[in-house]
């Protein structure tokens, strides 16, 4: 009977307890541009400031989010613009005896706005102002991919 029960106890433990590992493949799949579109910026004159007081799920993601979430905020207390230019960002760390920590950060750049939607032709791309080539003596030929 002592043997049954060995053997019965050894089978529920080894059942019990099962690890399934799985990975996921990617596969770079083939593209290609049919469409683009392009668009003006309308960037605002003036450059605006903003102070974030930053919270612990803020800092919970690095200097990087820190600064993503003040640009954010930013954007949205100023006009809900698109984006900011020319960034300049300030951050005021405290720091401890064993650890520091991002208290504030703030930003200035002048927020700008998309406008102007367009769908991109060949014209626009032999443009040497939209190249950046203007007057740099550097011509444009266009490259047939087969």
Known sequence: MKKYLFMLAAALLSAACTTTTKTARTESVPYSMYNATVADLDVAPQRI???????????????????????????????????????????????GLFCSKITSVTVTGRPAFYKNFRSMDDKVWTDPVFRGNKGTGIHIFQVNKK
């Not at 989010?65 to 905020?73: L, S, T």
């Not at 954007?75 to 300049?88: R, V, W």
């Open 49 to 95: 400031t903003y102070t974030l007081m930053t919270t612990k799920a803020i800092r919970k993601g690095g200097p990087a989010n820190c600064k993503r979430a003040a640009v954010q905020e930013a954007l949205a207390a100023n006009g809900n613009a698109d984006m900011l230019l020319e960034p300049q960002f300030v951050l005021n760390h405290y720091r």
